[in-house]
């Protein structure tokens, strides 16, 4: 591989769990719940990955362990704010807390452990496309399916019904109520299916990014999640963007800090720069106030209690 | 299910005995009411007496505690909306239910069962609008309609379900009266081809016009049936709110003073998109007379009311004048200071805030008067002065110390009308004076506000009811697309002019406007 083909493949890489995890959040707000958990559930996933992956040998059944952990989490989550009216906000935060703590408990006895790398899945012919073939098309099964998502999500909300409802009752629970959609139960069903997506997106981190567990694996990438979705006014196209932007910066300022080259800038600045870029990038380009009023979810945050 | 013979079921709709209990107040208590095929059937009742508490439950989104339904002569128990609309029944809401990020297909779309096909269906909304004069653009985003746009959505939304009960909620608080007039004959085609329709409202002489029969209710109880045509509003009004009505007594001006307000060829280029843009209006309100602007909303009236409040500045200071001072660059707090009075549209959020009490709501716009010492507010002083707005102006509430949002919106707006007036301003401007306040109340604060003028305070009243502003004003302008007419006597103007000018035509030399033509 040389080395346009190695960066773009590793800006792929590092761009998939944040696109998982946020189009995941992107589906939860565009109901109306805003679950600042992301990190908690990224955490939850990433350790319940690595433990299953380790005892069963399986890399499939860790991300399916982590899928479930990360769905459960948010089911939690869920029932504070949507049957017993708790703050989102408030809620959220405490999420992240308790998944990043609980991961670390769990987590402990896994600490001098390795997964074996699991192998890439090579699309025949494709792959061979100069440069990009390798990069895009010799991956992770995650990557393939990141994209997969991303389209399904957009036909989802923009040609489905149930994805029309979704968009509705983000709007005005109110008024899908009161033309007799269950505002509750669809926010439900959004919350899980977010979490069960921040969830896989830790796993990723887990089994197949660096097939090792440490505490505070995830890295505020839980966070940068909840930002690119806000950024990106709700559009998936531009969380796509986003991530991979973000996974741009990120590998270029590990390729600087790995070439020896000698430049007088803290590698602190460095490892925080793939954070500051995507979020500068996304702030400019979100800052027409029209297209965040026309697909920011309206109810997002707010408690709906249907009228008796 | 249907196959019952006329005579069988001559009720589409009985109620018997229908209560709810919220925790607080008996909305319904044992209601009982019947609508026949065809039938136009009015339910009249003030704020509060327990009207959309009714159609709620008969809509299925709110659960009675006691009393039974029957639908075409079937005992139903109405689960939910979609039931509803299952059995024939559609509703139009007061406060409209559609969704602003969405189209109008989409909206239809999401009311219809199955899954229908978006094209297919503009289709058939287009149809609809044709037929029953509904004109609407079905690839529109909601929130770029007018509100007359918007109601018509509702309609063709209830009307695709082909319902055989339709349930109008206040629908003609935001139309024209050649607006009106087009809905009045919608419904009655809808009737004719045996549709029922209930319809809820306030105003006396719509009923009057508009319903075969109706049903009165005050305090969550039935306090009789009428049959319009054979009433007098007036008659009427004292079933619904069971005494005669006061009507305000409007003397003409003794003598006009000074000019309190003056705009000065106000122009100013909206922020928000989909707002208007004000031009070069010009107007002169004096000391002792009530100026009402007439218009169809989302035609400048709020951008006139942020330029008048000072919650926008205008960049030309002289633009706007109070009481002799150029003041289009003072804020919302300096132009009080000056001697104006403002009472805001929305009563929650911009008169008020919500979750504060009374008592600190008052001190809002009255710290200036000698409420604060050294900067520390005079809770006692307060207090006094909150409960002499409650006291003078008859608000029901539970105390000064409870908070604005527990109060109904007619009470809460007779406390920010008391509130206002009790500063006694030198200029007062206020929106929407009575929207949805009950009659009794409207006619209070009518009251109120000719007695204010005949003490010397000008007074500016923007109003999309025009029997209100035809009741109060003394001059009245009309505002479309942002442009302001001349002013005119009221002797020397009619409702049906007043009409005409509404949709931008009072001045045939230049071409009409045609973003506002809602008719």
């Known amino acids: ?308 | 299910m249907t196959s019952a013979t006329d005579g069988e079921h001559e009720y589409r709709l009985e109620l018997e005995g229908i209560t709810k209990i919220y925790p607080s107040v008996i909305a319904n208590e044992n209601v009982s009411l019947k609508v026949k095929k065809g039938e136009i059937h009015a339910v009249l009742g003030e704020n509060g007496a327990g009207k959309s508490t009714l159609m709620k439950m008969i809509y299925g989104v709110a659960k009675p505690d006691a009393g039974q339904m029957k639908w075409e002569g079937q005992l139903v128990n109405v689960e939910n909306p979609a039931h509803a609309r299952s059995l024939g029944i559609g509703m139009v809401f007061q406060h409209f239910s559609l969704f602003e990020t969405l189209n109008v297909v989409e909206n239809v779309a999401l009311a219809l069962p199955g899954n229908p096909d978006l094209r297919q269906l503009a289709g058939q909304i287009t149809e609809v609008s044709n037929r029953y004069g509904l004109p609407v653009d079905p690839q529109r985003l909601v929130h770029a309609l007018s509100v007359g746009e918007r109601q018509r959505v509702e309609i063709i939304r209830c009307l695709l379900l082909n319902p055989r009960l339709l349930i109008m909620d206040e629908p003609t608080s935001v139309l024209t009266p050649q607006a009106v007039r087009k809905l009045f004959d919608t419904l009655r085609q809808l009737a004719d081809e045996g549709c029922s329709i209930l319809y809820i409202s306030h105003k006396l002489d719509e009923i009057q016009e508009l319903c075969h029969v109706a049903t009165v209710l005050r305090d969550g109880k039935v306090t009789g049936d009428c049959i319009p045509s054979e009433e007098t509003p007036k008659s009427m009004a004292s079933l619904m709110i069971g005494k005669e009505l006061p009507v305000p007594e409007h003397n003409a001006p003794t003598s006009l003073g000074d000019v309190r307000l003056q705009l000065n060829r106000l122009s100013k280029k909206s922020d928000d998109p989909f707002g208007t843009d004000l031009q070069d209006i010009e107007l002169e309100v004096r000391s002792g007379e009530i100026v009402g602007i007439a218009g169809v909303s989302g035609n400048g009236q709020q951008e006139l009311l942020y330029a008048l409040s000072g919650e926008e500045l205008v960049d030309d200071a002289q633009a706007v004048v109070i009481c002799g001072k150029a003041s289009g660059r003072d804020l919302p707090d300096q132009r009080r200071r000056n001697g104006m009075g403002f009472v805001p549209e929305e009563r929650l959020g911009r008169g008020a805030v919500p979750r504060m009490s009374l008592t600190e709501n008052a001190l809002l716009t009255a710290h200036h008067k000698g409420m604060l010492k050294n900067g520390m507010i005079q809770f006692r002083l307060i207090s006094e002065f909150a409960r002499k707005c409650i006291d003078n102006f008859n608000v029901k509430c539970g105390g000064e110390e409870h908070a604005a949002n527990s109060l109904s919106g007619g009470n809460l707006q007779k406390f920010i009308m008391g509130r206002e007036i009790l500063l006694a301003p030198r200029m007062l401007v206020v929106a929407q004076p009575t929207w949805g306040v009950d009659v009794g109340a409207a006619a209070f604060i009518r009251q109120e506000l000719i007695d204010l003028r005949n003490e010397g305070t000008a007074i500016l009243v923007i109003s999309e009811e025009l029997e209100e502003l035809f009741e109060i004003s003394d001059r009245i302008a009309v505002i479309a697309n942002g442009r302001l007419s001349p002013s005119k006597k009221l002797a020397d103007t009619n409702i049906d002019e007043i009409g005409v000018w509404m949709s931008g035509m009072w001045d045939q030399a230049q071409p009409a406007p045609e973003a506002t033509t809602n008719a």
């Open chain 1, 1 to 308: 591989m040389d080395i346009l083909t190695s960066i773009l493949f590793a800006t792929i890489v590092a761009g998939t769990p944040l696109i998982i995890v946020a189009l995941g959040q992107l589906i939860a707000e565009k109901s109306g719940v805003l679950n600042l958990g992301a990190e908690g559930m990224m955490a939850m996933g990433a350790i319940a990955g690595f433990a299953v992956t380790l005892h069963s040998g399986s890399p499939w059944l860790g991300v399916l362990a982590g899928m479930a952990a990360g769905a459960v989490m948010s089911f939690i989550f869920a029932i504070v704010v949507l049957t017993l009216m708790g703050n989102q906000v408030a809620s959220g935060l405490a999420l992240s807390i308790l998944g990043v703590g609980l991961s670390a408990f769990i987590g402990k006895p896994y600490e001098a452990e390795i997964l074996q790398t699991v192998s890439a899945i090579r699309i025949p012919l494709l792959a061979d496309i100069p440069i990009i073939g390798e990069a895009l098309f010799n991956q992770q099964a995650l990557v393939y399916f990141s994209w997969a998502l991303f389209g399904g999500i957009v036909w989802f909300l923009y040609r489905s019904r149930p994805g029309l409802v979704l968009r509705a009752v983000g709007e005005s629970p109110h008024s899908a109520h009161s033309i007799g959609y269950p505002a509750i139960r669809i926010r439900y069903m959004a919350t899980i299916f977010g979490g069960a997506m921040a969830g896989i997106g830790g796993s990723f981190l887990s089994v197949f990014y660096t097939p090792l567990w440490v505490e505070g694996m995830v890295a505020g990438r839980g966070w940068i999640a909840i930002a690119l979705v806000v950024f990106a006014t709700w559009r998936p196209f531009r969380v796509l963007v986003g991530a991979y932007l973000f996974g741009g910066v990120m590998v270029a300022q590990l390729f600087v800090q790995g070439s020896g080259l000698e430049i007088n800038i803290p590698s602190q600045f460095l490892s925080a720069l793939p954070y500051l870029a995507t979020i500068v990038v996304l702030v400019i380009i979100s800052r027409d106030q029209n297209t965040v009023r026309l697909n920011a979810p309206v109810s997002l945050g707010q408690p709906f209690r249907p009228e008796a």
